[in-house]
């Protein structure tokens, strides 16, 4: 028993119980497989033969970047084509334009009478494809000055699709145009109004300095050297005035004693005494000395007295000739105060000039620093602007190389779709449904086909088999 037992027991198989008998599966459950397999071919069938052909037309077009080296023409448009063309296609094909295009074509008229032309638009946008020449590689994407971009539109007519695709690649190509070029021009524009603005700022702020001259004329840092030469001068002229009065003076005492005439003791020949006084005195001391002070002062009270005595004083001492001469030296002495009083007045003028100029200086200082600031702000956007004008110029020289149809659309020959392959393809679908239907009765049925199924369903061992008889 052992013996037999050993004889017919066999090696467990991997595969599961369905599968060890797929011949048998087919000719015990044929009967349900071949109108599953039947249905599948005629859906096969029926869908192959009512497809229409779709037919798929391609239009290039070719997107270049600037000719002319930059350091000679700086280009004011961004060359970052691989972004913008997503922009660019939106921007060139809107809701209008599509659904333009859909009345234009007359695209799916059969969904017209339940779809909404823009409905319809979002369909036929759908069935149109923008992306980079799959012949360009990663690398020679990021080498190449110009990329290439296919524009592919699907429709149920060859001509109206590659019609659609010819219309697609002029709209994105008069866009680009547009765009870069209205780029070029409000680039140029915005410097333009910079320059403007500048310009302005710059004219207003030398009319401030023209305004600054004429009002502090006789302040400014460049006429210092001339202000301090002019007061030099004054102060000898105003040294040689006194030296004139004292001999004046001396002259007067020196006639009046010849001639034994009697110079009464007046406040205008005490006048003339300590202005003659006071001229010896600046030859040796300075002005802050408290001797010159005090006889300045008495000098200044006593001009006070005789402007305001009445009829003033008599000055002709005596008669006859000397009387004359010392009228005429009096009259002389008149002359050179009344110079020297201008003198004075004049160096006391020059010296709070020379002394605001200091303060002039740097108020001066700040307003051309500013000038200076605004000067070459306006000479860089001047040459910003040249270029500007010269990379517009040169945009719209280069627009027909710039943006080019590369290749227009031909109606294609043949569909996108082949119903061979459709048709294949139900095909093994079917035969597919057929057999998962059969292994399905077959888990929910199963039949005992070997030795090893039947002990791992009973759990009984088996003493012996026969061979199939047909």
Do not use: C
Not at 57 to 80: G, H, W, Y
Not at 169 to 193: K, Y
């Amino acid at each position: 028993m052992v013996e037999e037992e050993n004889e017919y027991t066999q090696t467990p198989s991997a595969l599961p119980d369905f599968a060890r008998d797929p011949v048998g599966i087919v000719m015990r459950r044929w009967r349900w497989m071949v109108p599953v397999l039947l249905v599948g071919l005629v859906a096969t069938g029926a869908l192959v033969a009512t497809m229409k052909p779709r037919y798929r037309a391609v239009a290039s077009l070719l997107i270049a970047s600037q000719r002319i080296p930059e350091e000679f023409v700086r280009s004011t448009v961004p060359e970052d084509i691989l972004e913008r063309i997503d922009a660019l296609v939106a921007q060139a094909l809107t809701r209008e334009r599509m659904v333009g295009l859909v009345e234009k074509f007359e695209l799916y008229p059969e969904l017209l009478d339940s779809h909404t032309l823009g409905e319809v638009a979002t369909i036929a946008r759908g069935d149109l494809n923008v992306d980079l020449d799959p012949s360009l590689t990663e690398a020679s994407r990021r080498r190449e000055t110009a990329l290439v971009f296919n524009v592919a539109f699907t429709a149920d007519s060859p001509r109206v699709a590659a019609e659609i695709a010819n219309e697609i690649v002029g709209l994105i190509q008069a866009e680009a145009i547009r765009l870069r070029s209205e780029q070029a021009r409000l680039t140029t524009s915005f410097l333009r109004r910079q320059l403007e603005e500048t310009e302005v700022e710059l004219r207003e702020q030398e009319s401030k300095i023209t305004q600054f001259n004429r009002r502090y004329r006789g302040e400014l840092p460049g006429e210092l050297d001339a202000n301090l030469a002019k007061l030099e001068r004054l102060q000898h002229q105003r040294q040689s005035l006194a030296l004139q009065i004292a001999e004046a003076s001396t002259r007067v005492t020196m006639i009046s004693t010849a001639s034994g005439t009697a110079i009464p003791v007046t406040p205008d020949s005490r006048l003339l005494a300590l202005q003659a006084e006071l001229a010896r005195q600046e030859v040796i001391k300075t002005e802050a000395n408290p001797d010159m002070i005090a006889l300045r002062r008495e000098i200044k009270n006593l001009e006070a007295t005789i402007a305001g005595s009445p009829g003033g004083q008599a000055r002709e001492g005596g008669t006859g000739t000397a009387g004359a001469m010392v009228a005429a030296e009096h009259r002389t002495l008149d002359e050179l105060r009344s110079q020297l009083a201008a003198t004075e007045r004049e160096i006391r003028d020059l010296d709070a000039r020379v002394a605001r100029t200091p303060v002039r200086n740097e108020e001066l200082a700040a307003v051309e620093q500013r000038t200076s600031v605004l000067r070459e702000e306006y000479l860089e956007f001047l040459r910003k602007v040249q270029e500007a004008e010269l990379a517009e110029n040169l945009e719209l020289a280069q627009q027909g190389e710039r943006v080019v149809v590369l290749n227009r659309s031909e109606p294609p020959t043949r569909p996108e779709q082949n119903r061979l392959k459709y048709l294949a393809a139900g095909i093994v679908a079917s035969l597919a449904a057929a057999a998962a239907a059969g292994v399905l009765l077959e888990i929910g049925d199963p039949v005992l086909v070997d030795a090893q199924q039947t002990e791992n369903e009973t759990g009984l061992p088996v003493l012996g088999s026969v061979p199939w008889i047909s």
